[in-house]
């Protein structure tokens, strides 16, 4: 991802590597299926209870560190990053604690540890091969970033996920799909033992520190009869219930950008399995919601000297929280964590400014119901202005709702179109100027099945 051009995942996903053969052998429950009601004959794909609950998240963080912070390298300059002298790396007031406040500020219910990126550094207590934090001076050889990182994932309460790219390593001179010889997978002796390698380096951070919430592969992974690790057993085995981003045990997409951004509209499933990425389908059959991942600072993944002024605005941040969030996917931010090994002043101030945005704007609701139908009509106490209406469907019974409208009462008993939409999912957040009604009212005007609205709400921003 991270230093890699643009259209890196875009070039690996469409490779064959991710073939049928794959998907049958992942075990993956990433689809199933639900009749529309009882009696009813409509079969739609559904999510698996690890993926609703995944949606229910909504926020995540993503924390981007790296034996490069260390240098000044720029992000293109990856290929560099192998051979560095471990001693560089020492970020002597790391603080994982920090991080979780950062990720608590945002809202943020999970969180994605970058553990071994495309320097190939290992950030964890490893034999593997000679290059990490066990050849550093960081805490005497001793120090394990993983470790302090699950240990505060659990104290906050904040679900921990790890990142570990198999696609690209530069100590083993590695880059996409996964191939020695930067790419030309020549070495069959080397490309076998980095194989070996990405098998042990997955056995421990899958099995040496508990349960993990997401797994992130960033390009995906090659197969093992190419020289790709054989990872679907070692899941199997340490991490059965983990979201897997990307890989052929995918459970959630890469929504086709970083700019935590998605497109309308963006449904949950997809017509092309594990191997899929973009805005999805509505006929798929496939259930794999999608993550927009994006840098606080534009464009950086990782920490760069002087580089504030790149920071996101709130408003901006605010923007993508609707056309992520709101528009049916996880937003994932990243968070740069700087060579003391801290999530730096000014980003930290940032995501409490962000947060607290939120949940001004929808912490409480003017009002908001539930029910099941082609129409559901929600009544307000007295007269109220409002500017936004959140929709949610049960995705547990499938994303049923094809077309629809929002009306609002007005004076006279007349019902006016607010706004309108097609995929509502998870969660659909729309704006408009601001109204003063006593009802609200929506319509579906195409569906798959019987609309079931887990929850409508209206809100008065006022912005």
Same mark, same amino acid.
């Given at each position: 991802?991270q230093?890699?051009?643009?259209?890196?995942?875009?070039?690996?996903?469409?490779? +064959?590597?991710?073939?049928?053969?794959?998907?049958?052998?992942?075990g993956?429950?990433?689809?199933?299926?639900?009749?529309?009601?009882?009696?009813?004959?409509t079969?739609?794909?559904?999510?698996?209870?690890?993926?609703?609950a995944?949606?229910?998240?909504?926020?995540?963080?993503?924390?981007h560190?790296?034996?490069?912070?260390?240098?000044?390298?720029?992000?293109?300059?990856?290929?560099?990053?192998?051979?560095? =002298?471990?001693?560089?790396y020492?970020?002597?007031k790391l603080d994982?604690d920090q991080?979780?406040?950062?990720?608590r500020?945002?809202?943020?219910?999970?969180?994605?540890?970058?553990?071994k990126?495309?320097?190939?550094?290992?950030?964890?207590?490893?034999?593997?091969?000679p290059?990490?934090?066990?050849? $550093?001076?960081?805490?005497?050889?001793?120090?394990?970033?993983?470790?302090?990182?699950?240990?505060?994932c659990?104290?906050?309460n904040?679900?921990p996920g790890?990142?570990?790219?198999?696609?690209?390593?530069a100590?083993?001179?590695?880059?996409?799909?996964?191939?020695? =010889?930067?790419?030309?997978?020549e070495?069959?002796?080397?490309?076998?033992?980095?194989?070996?390698?990405?098998?042990?380096?997955?056995?421990?951070?899958?099995?040496?520190?508990g349960?993990?919430y997401?797994?992130?592969?960033?390009?995906g $992974?090659?197969?093992?009869?190419?020289?790709?690790?054989d990872l679907i057993?070692?899941?199997?085995? !340490?991490?059965?219930?983990?979201?897997?981003?990307?890989?052929?045990?995918?459970?959630?997409?890469?929504?086709g950008?970083e700019?935590?951004?998605? =497109?309308?509209?963006?449904?949950?499933?997809?017509?092309?399995?594990?191997d899929a990425?973009?805005?999805?389908?509505?006929?798929?059959?496939?259930?794999?919601?999608?993550?927009?991942?994006?840098?606080?600072?534009n464009?950086?993944?990782?920490? !760069?000297p002087?580089?504030?002024h790149k920071?996101?605005?709130?408003?901006?941040?605010?923007?993508?929280?609707?056309?992520?969030?709101?528009?049916?996917c996880?937003?994932l931010?990243?968070a740069?964590?700087?060579?003391n090994?801290?999530v730096?002043?000014?980003?930290?101030?940032?995501?409490?400014?962000?947060?607290?945005?939120?949940?001004?704007?929808?912490?409480?609701?003017?009002? $908001?119901?539930r029910?099941?139908?082609?129409?559901?009509?929600?009544?307000?106490?007295?007269?109220?202005?409002?500017? !936004?209406?959140?929709?949610?469907?049960?995705?547990?019974?499938?994303?049923?709702?094809?077309?629809?409208?929002i009306?609002?009462?007005?004076?006279?008993?007349h019902?006016?179109?607010?706004?309108?939409?097609?995929?509502?999912?998870?969660k659909r957040?729309?704006?408009?100027?601001?109204?003063?009604?006593?009802?609200?009212r929506?319509? +579906?005007?195409?569906?798959?099945?019987?609309?079931?609205i887990?929850?409508?709400?209206?809100?008065?921003?006022?912005?």
């Open positions: 991802m230093p890699f051009p643009r259209l890196t995942r875009r070039q690996f996903l469409k490779a +064959a590597c991710l073939g049928a053969s794959m998907v049958a052998t992942s993956s429950q990433a689809v199933s299926a639900a009749p529309a009601r009882k009696g009813d004959t079969m739609l794909p559904t999510p698996t209870c690890e993926q609703a995944w949606q229910d998240m909504e926020i995540g963080m993503f924390f560190f790296d034996i490069p912070v260390f240098t000044d390298l720029g992000e293109s300059d990856w290929s560099k990053s192998g051979q560095l =002298d471990p001693n560089l020492n970020p002597e994982t991080w979780m406040e950062a990720a500020a945002i809202g943020a219910k999970y969180t994605v540890f970058v553990a990126h495309c320097s190939g550094f290992l950030s964890w207590q490893s034999g593997l091969y290059y990490g934090v066990k050849q $550093s001076r960081w805490r005497g050889g001793k120090g394990d970033v993983v470790r302090d990182y699950v240990e505060s659990r104290k906050y904040i679900k790890i990142y570990a790219s198999v696609s690209a390593n100590y083993w001179e590695v880059t996409n799909p996964g191939l020695v =010889d930067w790419g030309r997978g070495n069959k002796e080397k490309q076998a033992r980095y194989k070996a390698a990405c098998e042990g380096m997955l056995a421990e951070l899958w099995g040496n520190y349960p993990l997401e797994v992130w592969f960033d390009g $992974s090659l197969p093992p009869e190419q020289g790709g690790p057993p070692i899941l199997r085995k !340490h991490q059965p219930g983990a979201m897997v981003f990307q890989g052929p045990a995918a459970t959630i997409r890469w929504v950008n700019d935590g951004v998605a =497109d309308y509209p963006c449904w949950a499933t997809t017509a092309g399995g594990p990425w973009g805005s999805g389908d509505p006929e798929g059959k496939f259930w794999l919601p999608a993550e927009c991942d994006v840098p606080i600072r464009h950086d993944w990782f920490w !760069h002087g580089a504030e920071l996101y605005s709130v408003e901006q941040l605010i923007d993508m929280y609707y056309r992520s969030a709101g528009r049916n996880n937003l931010i990243n740069n964590i700087d060579r090994g801290l730096p002043d000014a980003d930290f101030r940032r995501y409490q400014e962000f947060g607290k945005e939120i949940r001004a704007r929808f912490r409480r609701a003017v009002a $908001s119901t029910g099941t139908g082609s129409e559901l009509t929600l009544t307000l106490p007295s007269p109220k202005r409002i500017d !936004h209406v959140a929709l949610m469907e049960d995705i547990t019974r499938g994303e049923r709702v094809r077309e629809y409208a009306e609002v009462l007005l004076p006279g008993s019902w006016e179109k607010l706004c309108e939409g097609s995929c509502i999912g998870h957040i729309q704006r408009f100027p601001e109204v003063r009604t006593t009802a609200v929506f319509r +579906a005007l195409r569906s798959a099945a019987e609309p079931i887990r929850k409508m709400a209206v809100y008065r921003v006022g912005k």
